[in-house]
Structures are given as C-alpha cells and as structure tokens.
C-alpha cells in the first residue's frame, strides 16, 4: 500500500502527467463536478461523482468514423483513427468502475469487435477512488459493488489526511512507479477502518436494502408477463422525452450515425442516441416504439430484464443515482424496480 498526503496530491498528478495524459474530477463554472485534463490549475473536485460518467473516455459523444470522397467512378477512403498515448483517469467512481464491463460485454465480447472502443479501452489506465460520503441516490450494493473496494488499475482511498494506493494491474503498476518519489508506504490498517465506515454508511442508505433477486433469474416467459404488464402506463404517464437519464447513464450505449457533405467529401460520425427519443435511429424512415410508453419501457426492460437474460444475470445498471438527480419530472427507476417485481407470477 502507497500513500501520500491529501495536500500534497497534485505532486502526485504533476509526476503522473509527465509521463500520461491525466484526467480528474474538477469543478465547472455550472457547481457541478466532470472530468478535465489536469494542469497546475486544474484542482481536483470535492463533490463525489462526476455529472457524467467516465463512460466518455471510451465511448465518446461524437466519434468521426471514416471520411470518404468521390472521384467519378473512383472512392477514396480515409481512416481517421490514430494510435492512441496511454492515458489516465483519477477518481472514477466504483459505479462508473463497473459499468465498463457492460459496456465491454456489447463492444469487446461479441462479434465484430468495435475497433474504436477496443482502442480507447486497452489505452485508458483507471484510478477509482472509494466513495467516502455515499449519496441518498445512490444504491450500487444492491448490483453487489463494493463503494469501499472499488474496481480499477488502481483502487484508491482518501483516509485519515492522506490519500492510499493499491495497484491491481500491471498498467496500474507502471501509474505509480512513474510516482514512485512522491509516494511512501500507508498502513493497511488505516485502509480497511476506511472501508468499515464507508460500508456503515451504504448500509443506512434509502436503497441499500433493495432486492433485485426476482428480476436476476427472470425466464422467457416471465418476461413477456412484464413486458405486457400494466405497470407502463403509470411509468411512462409523466415521461416527457429528453433523454437526460440516457445522457448521465454509465451504462448507454446507443448511437446514431450520420454522414455529412463537409463540400469536400463525406464525413461519417457516430454519436450518441437515445432510445426514449420519438425519432431515435430510426429504420426504414420511423422509429418503431411509436409512444412514449414503448420507449419507457423499452429503457427499463433494456436494463433491468433483457441485458441481464443475454449476459449471465449482469444488471445493464450500476445504481449511481445519476438519472434519479436529474430527471426533470423525478421519474424513479428504483420504483419501477419494485413496480417490475410486483408482477403477478414472476
């Protein structure tokens, strides 16, 4: 176990930055927390999660594909990708930790394999850091992640004026030998009495006793009893379209893609889309989920029922609590897990 004094962190980042593009959480002009490049005036935010998830770091926004011109009857074809520099990104939540093998379960674990996240991923270095003050929203333990032993290339703590490092990979290793001579060694025991008060305080949290059993063995046929459920209508009844939940969710990850005349050629982009739009990717010129009621349900089903029949029981959720914070109509996916497991024979 590393450790160095919490004033003394940014010689961590500046050793750090010397050898990789760093990224931490920093406060916005708006009070809220997202992720910036660091720099000597980059400091690092006291709020616990970022307003969106690290998800962008591998699965960007807006992504330029491929660019393609037409000469007559000749197509030439320019492939934008380059050879990324290793980066790393402090202070991912264990939440957010965990989202990423969704993510990888769709883009690196079937067939093709999606080149452009496979790059990002193996390039990205993950600092997580443990969640000190958990937030009312918040319910990852009921999903079995632990906010006291987050996952990552390193797991980190901030406890009793310092800040402790654990490497769990060799990319991991190579962050902080790159630091080596800002950091000592921490006293384990310092460490785990960290983790009893922060797992003291998941435990008093409102959702930390929600059951997610009946939904985690979910059959065929259970399925289409949900699915044809009336509970959609009172779920969706409120629903006004925007797509905010989508958009702070770790774990989304629809897209869209377009081409674009830049005058020059043809410019392909992929960027995000959202299924609880009306016009959402659409096929053969609609979108088949014509109410908002189909597409509500379609989100939930999507993570809490189809993504874990496909993939061994794994919730397409990680409990961050990001869209109950900011749906503007306060639609709760916490009670529609329970509306869900109220289903008559599931």
Request: net charge neutral.
């Amino acid at each position: 176990m590393l450790s160095i004094s919490s004033d003394k962190i940014n010689g961590f980042f500046k050793a750090v930055a010397a050898k990789f593009d760093l990224y931490i959480p920093a406060d916005t002009v708006e009070g809220k927390a997202d992720f910036k490049k660091w720099s000597e005036d980059v400091k690092l935010s006291t709020q616990l999660k970022t307003i969106r998830s690290a998800k962008d770091f591998f699965f960007p926004k807006t992504e330029h594909m491929v660019s393609y011109k037409f000469v007559g009857k000749e197509v030439s074809v320019e492939d934008p990708r380059k050879e990324l520099e290793d980066f790393v990104v402090f202070g991912v939540r264990a939440c957010d930790a965990k989202s990423f093998k969704v993510l990888d379960n769709v883009y690196l674990n079937m067939n093709p394999v999606d080149s452009y996240y496979k790059n990002r991923r193996e390039h990205g270095i993950i600092i997580t850091l443990a969640c000190n003050e958990p937030a009312r929203e918040c319910f990852c333990s009921a999903y079995g992640i632990d906010a006291a032993q987050p996952e990552g290339d390193i797991s980190c703590w901030n406890a009793d004026g310092s800040y402790f490092f654990k490497a769990n990979t060799d990319k991991g290793k190579a962050v902080l030998d790159a630091a080596k001579a800002e950091l000592s060694d921490g006293a384990d025991k310092t460490v785990e009495e960290c983790k009893k008060q922060i797992k003291a305080k998941i435990d008093a949290l409102p959702f930390a006793k929600l059951d997610l059993s009946k939904l985690g063995a979910v059959k065929p046929e259970q399925m289409l009893k949900i699915f044809n459920s009336k509970i959609w209508d009172k779920v969706s009844e409120a629903c006004v379209g925007c797509g905010t939940c989508t958009y702070v969710c770790p774990t989304c990850m629809c897209f869209d893609v377009r081409d674009f005349d830049t005058g020059n050629g043809i410019r392909q982009i992929r960027c995000w889309d959202s299924c609880m739009f009306s016009d959402f990717t659409q096929m053969a010129a609609e979108n088949p989920r014509h109410t908002q009621k189909e597409r509500s349900r379609q989100r939930f089903m999507h993570k809490l029922v189809y993504y874990p029949m496909a993939h061994e029981g794994l919730f397409s959720c990680v409990g961050c609590g990001r869209c109950l914070e900011s749906c503007p109509v306060n639609i709760n996916i916490v009670k529609v897990i329970k509306l869900i497991q109220e289903v008559d024979d599931i």
